[in-house]
């Protein structure tokens, strides 16, 4: 996992071929005028989704993971509290293969808040329980191929 400021989102676009255009992308939109739904920059590899999340507690959070593909977690609207587990301590669970997501019973173990001008990236070895907002949000979720 990692956390950190949009300003810093060009130092990953080394960690993995879809990285750069996940960053040009990022760097060439006003995110906060994005309207919800998906933009598919690369049909198998690279895709942006703009969701408005509605009011979530932690308890309403479920925990997932993915194997597939790499999540870029930006909220825009407003902060965002995101629950974080390690994948590899998670009980089994069914994996859908068609929406690449595994969900998990109970709360993560760890809560951390994001703020807009802030990111996290998930890789498949983080499970993590996106969305805690207490009033809602715009938040872009972009789907990087591993």
Request: net charge negative; hydrophobic share 40%; proline share 8%.
């Amino acid at each position: 996992m990692i956390i950190d400021s949009l300003k810093n989102l060009s130092n990953y676009a080394a960690l993995n071929p879809w990285f750069k255009q996940a960053v040009e992308f990022v760097a060439s939109h006003d995110l906060s005028t994005l309207q919800p739904g998906k933009i598919v920059l690369d049909p198998d590899n690279l895709i942006v989704n703009v969701n408005k999340i509605g009011i979530k507690t932690p308890d309403a959070a479920k925990l997932e993971t993915h194997r597939q593909f790499i999540d870029i977690q930006i909220p825009v609207s407003g902060p965002e509290t995101m629950g974080y587990t390690l994948a590899d301590t998670l009980p089994s669970s069914h994996y859908d293969a068609d929406n690449d997501i595994a969900f998990y019973p109970g709360l993560a173990d760890e809560y951390f808040n994001l703020v807009p001008g802030m990111f996290a990236v998930f890789f498949p070895s983080d499970g993590h329980a996106p969305g805690i907002t207490p009033t809602g949000l715009t938040k872009i979720i972009i789907k990087v191929r591993v």
